[in-house]
């Protein structure tokens, strides 16, 4: 067991492990959030029988209940390895570098030579976000309080435009933090080879467009919503 956290091969698998489960939030994240893009097409934004409304009782159901803190749970290992390993590479290099990596073509990469910066911003972000969504909804949940309306949250966030610009930023570093890891991640897992990480770099480009556009669309559509 000791040798899963002092290997080379043990970081990287804990560092592709817990990323996966940033895919897979942000999967589930998105799904919901993109129901009040819907509900705006069909007339049902702000309505509690919408689909933004019924997925946000989705996800206070038990099983999701259990499954969201375990996602999370998996991202904030990913977060705290990432700082952990660049700060023993530091150490043991004498300069900044990110965790080893075998293919050159990935050392190119502009994303994987900033990981941890783009890291850092998304971290930074999801803590900003947490203070408007999370603390109004699951937390008032957790506490007994009722919970406040999300189409509210929505277009009280975004309401004002700076704020749907510093929210883009974000999702432009994680764009370029997931067009890196997600395949970087499948790779080292064993679920790679010669050909498949030429398709698992396309697949994962375009995973995290959608991610972008998909959160993007979310934002810019609460902005209308709320003139």
């Not at 049902?44 to 019924?54: E, T």
């Not at 972000?125 to 949940?141: G, N, P």
């Not at 498949?196 to 995973?207: A, D, Q």
């Amino acid at each position: 067991m000791a040798n899963i956290f002092t290997s080379s091969i043990g970081k990287k698998l804990i560092m592709s492990i817990s990323g996966l489960f940033l895919i897979i939030f942000l999967l589930l994240h998105l799904t919901i959030n993109f129901f009040s893009v819907i509900d705006s097409c069909t007339g049902n934004f702000g309505s509690p029988d919408g689909l933004f409304a019924l997925g946000c009782e989705f996800m206070s159901t038990p099983i999701v209940t259990i499954m969201v803190p375990v996602l999370a749970f998996g991202f904030i290992i990913h977060i705290i390895y990432a700082c952990y390993l660049t700060w023993n590479n530091i150490q043991t290099r004498g300069g900044y570098n990110r965790y080893e990596v075998a293919s050159k073509a990935r050392t190119e990469s502009w994303a994987s030579k900033n990981m941890l910066v783009l890291g850092i911003i998304v971290l930074g972000f999801i803590a900003f976000h947490l203070t408007h969504f999370w603390d109004e909804m699951q937390l008032k949940e957790f506490m007994g309080q009722e919970a406040s309306d999300p189409y509210i949250l929505l277009t009280t966030t975004f309401g004002r435009w700076w704020m749907v610009i510093l929210y883009i930023v974000w999702f432009g570093a994680l764009w370029f933090h997931l067009t890196h890891g997600f395949w970087s991640a499948f790779q080292t897992i064993g679920w790679s080879n010669r050909l498949w990480e030429k398709r698992l770099k396309v697949i994962g480009y375009i995973f995290a467009t959608i991610i972008f556009l998909g959160f993007t669309t979310v934002a810019v559509n609460a902005f209308i919503q709320a003139m």
